[in-house]
């Protein structure tokens, strides 16, 4: 093993044992949201380089080793989701414990992000792993040439925290009574670039509900051509003034 193979193991290894997104608090910074955003991101990839270091030795040949290995990798990123989406969702609600309305949303986020676990990315690492390739490779030898990609692939499922954190928002207008009367407004993130789709849907709504009804759906959750790349932020109008959350 490479220096700096060793120094990114490291890191990997490091990064699961300090990570605590649930200690973290947006407090009406959306800042803060995409910091953690990131950190939720970096996380799933460390997921990933920990498990090519585990499967680094099976042979494409194996066909059921291979599967298998696909499927406890998709297993470990949906484990992460489960622990970590109700950080970003308790972001957007302001609420620490969620009640039930909370839980079935959160059951919703949680069935979507399996869903594009089992639906696109083991689709696309049993592509990426074909005997046909190279039969007598290992998962660890196609990585060589494939582990940025890899990861890139894995950093797109970060977007399920990013539309979660909005999930949350939405909800606590709803409890609150608030989905149809109180106005908020959809913000494209000036550091992105941003896709054809995002820069319509960027102005001021009458309520939660109508911004729905006009933009499909909420950042980052695939209803814009960036798909879970969007980086749009939703912002409510609440006491004379616009706020992320905790309002």
């Known amino acids: 093993m490479t220096y700096q193979a060793i120094l990114t193991v490291f890191a990997a290894t490091n990064l699961l044992g300090v990570t605590n ?16 955003t990131e950190e939720y991101r970096a996380l799933l990839i460390a997921v990933l380089i920990l498990w090519l270091l585990r499967k680094r030795n099976t042979r494409l040949e194996d066909i059921n ?37 909370e839980v079935i949303e959160l059951g919703g986020l949680a069935a979507s992000n399996q869903a ?7 689709p696309y690492m049993l592509a990426e792993l074909a ?3 190279n039969p007598s490779a290992t998962i660890g030898s196609i990585a060589v040439d494939r582990q940025s990609a890899w990861e890139n692939r894995v950093g797109l499922y970060a977007g399920a925290f990013w539309t979660a954190v909005w999930v949350g928002l939405g909800v606590e207008l709803v409890n609150r009574l608030r989905a149809n009367t109180q106005a908020v407004r959809r913000l494209l993130d000036p550091a992105a670039a941003h896709c054809t789709t995002c820069p ?12 729905l009804a006009f933009t499909g759906g909420l950042p980052a959750d695939g209803s814009d051509d960036c798909h879970s790349n969007c980086r749009c932020q939703i912002e409510i109008f609440d006491k ?4 992320s959350s905790g309002f």
């Open 131 to 133: 005997p046909t390739l």
């Open 116 to 122: 594009f676990l089992d639906g696109s990315f083991a």
């Open 240 to 243: 004379g003034e616009w706020i």
């Open 21 to 36: 997104l649930s200690a973290k608090q947006l407090e009406g910074d959306i800042g803060e949201a995409e910091e953690v």
């Open 200 to 211: 319509p849907k960027a102005r001021e709504y009458g309520s939660w509900n109508e911004m």
């Open 65 to 101: 080793a291979v599967n298998l290995a696909i499927l406890e990798l998709a297993d470990e990123l949906e484990q992460v989701a489960i622990e970590e989406l109700p950080v970003a969702f308790g972001m957007g609600s302001g609420e620490a414990t969620p009640g039930i309305g």
